[in-house]
């Protein structure tokens, strides 16, 4: 086990937002700490990477300034907006620095690894309604925490929730986050093997099949699309059959067509009974699990035009007091944070990244619509496995080693063409 996979496990441990290692604002300082040992160590630091950084540090806060005042929004959004950069921003950078074009690799080989211990752990879960992995998790948390929940119980590398007994949350908060890392795993592995079914993408869509999440399973049918258009097996017919196929596929399938329309119903609903809900959740002392669709509307009501750059990273103060709710869209939660803006900023930035892969414009739109489609159902665009994508593509050799024979050589022979 080398240094660069310690970093990668640390990182993704703390980027899964589930253990105790994220809850402590020490742990993410020791952290940060660490990888700055080990790029000054292992002589990672460039003149050209701290140029860059600080490039990043005053635009990120000419744009909080900026918009703190537009918004007229208390102080503390404006702390909560510099804490965040300093948590989540500046640990998606320091561990970009530190992997620089190995940073894929270690991700897919990492999260593989993760996945089948997942695997292990899915099949106990099974036994006697989850008694053993519960028991693994109070163990660990009588030494951890003070108190621990009586459904929920994490050990740092699995995570069981009662409520998803049949489902698999892997070192994620819950099965639905669990498929998006391993979908944005699975698509790492893709990029970087020449989209190879190796036995990476084995183990990682087995633990997809796990999760039972609408999105992930999404997420995974599009991606294989795009692996299927990458190797020039694909044509206008059949792209016509696969959205044939996927349009007959979701009103029929029970767990993507009717679960997603009730969903939508069942959002409308509470929206309409909010008020009422409000006095139920707060007798319960619970917050309102608004879902996706709800997440949206509900966030576009409260700040309107303010969405266009965003409110802060501590939005919920605005209205947690008149509504306690719990928001569940990904993508809505990223722009009421930072903005449209900041959506196309980070969206601009992982096309970049799968670019340098893919090269043809077309591939690149089916890779940023895997990424919307898993970010709407969970909030991980703000976590640092998407913030490093606004990082990554300064880092990553531009060369074609990743890419087939047939495919490299075709494009540098068009390229070459051109030049002449």
Known sequence: MNINYIVTLFFLLFASKANILVKSNLAWFCLEVFMIIIALKFNRVKKKDVQFFILSIVIFFIYILFRFKLNQLPTDYLKSDIFYFFKFVLTSYLFCLILKEKTLYYLVKVISHLALISLVFYVVQFYQDGAIVKAIGKAFESVTVETFSLRYTNFLIF?????????NSGFCWEPGAFGSFLTLALLFNFLINNFKLNKEAFIITLAILTTVSTTAYLGVFLLFFLRYRVLNKGSKVAIIVFAIVFAIAIPNVPFLGEKIVEIYDQDIRDLKELEQLSNYYEDVQRQIPLNRFASVIFLYEQFDWKLFLGVSNQYDEYYINEYNVNISNGIMDFITKFGVVGLFVLLYRYGKLCKVY??????????????????????ILMLPICVMFIFLPTFKNKDFSALSFYYRTKY?????????
Do not use: C, W
Not at 361 to 378: C, D, K, P, Q, T
Not at 412 to 420: H, I, V, Y
């Open 159 to 167: 995570t069981y929730d009662t409520v998803h007994y049949y489902r």
């Open 358 to 379: 893919l090269r043809k414009m077309e591939y690149v739109v089916y890779a940023i619509l895997i990424l919307i489609i898993l970010s709407f159902g969970e909030p």
């Open 412 to 420: 540098l022979a068009l390229q070459k063409t051109e030049n002449l």
